[in-house]
Each structure stands twice: as structure tokens, then as C-alpha cells.
């Protein structure tokens, strides 16, 4: 099994900073592509922000050059610093992560999801 867990979630006032970090646990052969995810209340989830193994980035075009996002493979983890937070910027924000395992039969690929971290923006 893998797990994901985030951390960093809080409530911040509009044009301050946040750093989600998002760890990964069990019996992981290779971490892919991880990405950060955020939904709304009464929207869709979306894609923020998201990170391969070799450091190449992707962002949403409404986070992009307010959002960062990194990862430390050593530590299986991957962060979002987030900057210049907007009240639209509320939601609660999950990891996912592209993930080799192994099992009994030998390698398998997952997409694992962490359970979510609430990011609030208000005065």
C-alpha cells in the first residue's frame, strides 16, 4: 500500500503565503509524476500544479507565477508554495501522485491520492 499525506492547510488572509507539503509512505518502487489538485466548493476538482521525477512543471494558467511547485525524491515529497493568495484561492487541495509499487506478482502502477488539506482565504 501507499499513502499520501498533506499538511500545511490553514487560514490565511488574502495576500499572504502558504506552503502545502505532501509526503509519500509504503512500499513505493518509483514516484512518478505527483501533481497538487484543488476543488471549490460547487466546482469540479482541477489540476494546479504538477511535477515529474525529472523536475519538469506544468501550472493551471490561473496559478502561474503565484504557485511553485517542487519535490525532494529523496524524501518523497512534494510541496506547493503558494504566494499572493486570493479569496478564489480557497478550496481544499489534495496530492496525487503517479506511484510504482510492488506486490505479490511483481511491479504495479497506481495513481494514489492523498485526503485532502483545506486552504482557506479571508480577512
Known amino acids: 500500500q501507499v499513502q499520501l499525506v498533506e499538511s500545511g492547510g490553514d487560514l490565511v488572509q488574502p495576500g499572504g503565503s502558504l506552503r502545502l507539503s505532501c509526503a509519500a509512505s509504503g512500499s513505493i518502487v518509483r514516484l512518478n509524476t505527483m501533481g497538487w489538485y484543488r476543488q471549490a466548493p460547487g466546482k469540479q476538482r482541477e489540476l494546479v500544479a504538477s511535477?515529474?521525477?525529472?523536475?519538469?512543471?506544468t501550472y493551471a494558467d490561473s496559478v502561474k507565477g503565484q504557485f511553485t511547485i517542487s519535490r525532494d525524491n529523496a524524501k518523497n515529497t512534494v510541496y506547493l508554495q503558494m504566494n499572493s493568495l486570493k479569496p478564489e484561492d480557497t478550496a481544499v487541495y489534495y496530492c496525487n501522485a503517479a506511484v510504482v509499487t510492488t506486490t505479490a506478482f511483481g511491479y504495479r502502477s497506481l495513481e494514489v491520492w492523498g485526503q485532502g488539506t483545506l486552504v482557506t482565504v479571508s480577512s
Open positions: 511535477i515529474t521525477s525529472g523536475r519538469s512543471t
